[in-house]
DNA sequence: ACCGTGATGTTCT
DNA sequence: GAACATCACGGTG
C-alpha cells in the first residue's frame, strides 16, 4: 500500500507520471489527512533550466542530492510553502512538485487550515495543498517512508501532460511537457 | 467570468 | 537587491 524507497528512485518523468491516482496522506498529532494526487510537473536537475538544482548544490538544492523519496519543501513569494518529492538515485538532483490533490481524508481539518469551505478550494495549487495538508519548512528532508508523511497507492487514473506553470524564465525548458494532470479532474491548479 | 495587484521572506547574484 | 515552481482579494464586465 505505501510506496516503498524503490519507486521514488527512478528518473523523475516517470516519478512524476505514476503519481498521478496515489495517495498524498500526513498523519499529525490534529489528525490524518489526504488527497489523490491530481497533477505534478518534474523538475530534472542538471539538464533543466527551471529547476532550482539547475544551478548545482546549495544550502536549499542538498535535498536533491540524496537519494529518492524524500520531502523538499521551500517557501516561494514569501508566503507559501511547496512540496515536493525527490526522485532518482543519489547525485541525480531531480524532483517532483505536487501541484493539487483532489481531497479524500480529513476533509474538516484542511478546510479550518485552509480557512476555506469549498472543497475545490482546499488543494488546487502548490500551497494551498501544502498549508491543507499541515507541512511546514521541517517537513524539509522528511521521510516518505516514515509515518508522518507518506503516499500510498490508490487508484489508476488517465493522464495528460502539459507544459509547466510559471517558469517562464527558463528559456525552452518551458516548453518541456513536464506537467502531469488526471485528465478532465475538477480539482486541478488551473 | 477575467484581470491587476499586494503581501511577504529566502535564496542567490 | 532582484527574483521567485503563489494566493486572495477587489475591481470591472
Redo the contacts with the bound molecule.
Keep these: 500500500m505505501k510506496l516503498p524507497r524503490e519507486f521514488y528512485q527512478r528518473d523523475g518523468l516517470t516519478v512524476a507520471r505514476e503519481l498521478i491516482g496515489k495517495k498524498l496522506v500526513t498523519n499529525l498529532p490534529e489528525g490524518l489527512t489526504s488527497g489523490l494526487i491530481v497533477e505534478t510537473?518534474a523538475?530534472m536537475g542538471t539538464i533543466d533550466a527551471?529547476?532550482?538544482?539547475y544551478?548545482g548544490k546549495?544550502?536549499?538544492?542538498k535535498i536533491f542530492y540524496g537519494t529518492g523519496g524524500f520531502v523538499?519543501v521551500?517557501?516561494?513569494?514569501?508566503?507559501?510553502l511547496?512540496t515536493?518529492v525527490v526522485a532518482n538515485v543519489e547525485d541525480v538532483p531531480e524532483?517532483v512538485?505536487i501541484?493539487a490533490l483532489e481531497p479524500v481524508d480529513g476533509v474538516e481539518l484542511m478546510k479550518r487550515r485552509?480557512?476555506?469551505n469549498k472543497l475545490r478550494?482546499l488543494c488546487?495549487?502548490?500551497?494551498?495543498?501544502s498549508?491543507a495538508l499541515g507541512v511546514t519548512k521541517n517537513f524539509y528532508g522528511a521521510d516518505l517512508c516514515g509515518e508522518e508523511i507518506f503516499i500510498e497507492t490508490c487508484r489508476a487514473l488517465p493522464v495528460t501532460t502539459t507544459k509547466?506553470?510559471?517558469?517562464n524564465?527558463a528559456g525552452e525548458a518551458a516548453e518541456y511537457l513536464w506537467r502531469f494532470v488526471a485528465s478532465n479532474n475538477a480539482f486541478l491548479?488551473i
Design positions: 510537473e523538475y527551471a529547476a532550482h538544482s544551478r546549495t544550502e536549499r538544492t523538499y521551500y517557501l516561494i513569494y514569501g508566503m507559501h511547496c515536493n524532483a512538485l501541484r485552509r480557512g476555506k478550494e488546487s495549487g502548490p500551497g494551498k495543498l498549508k509547466r506553470i510559471n517558469v524564465y491548479s
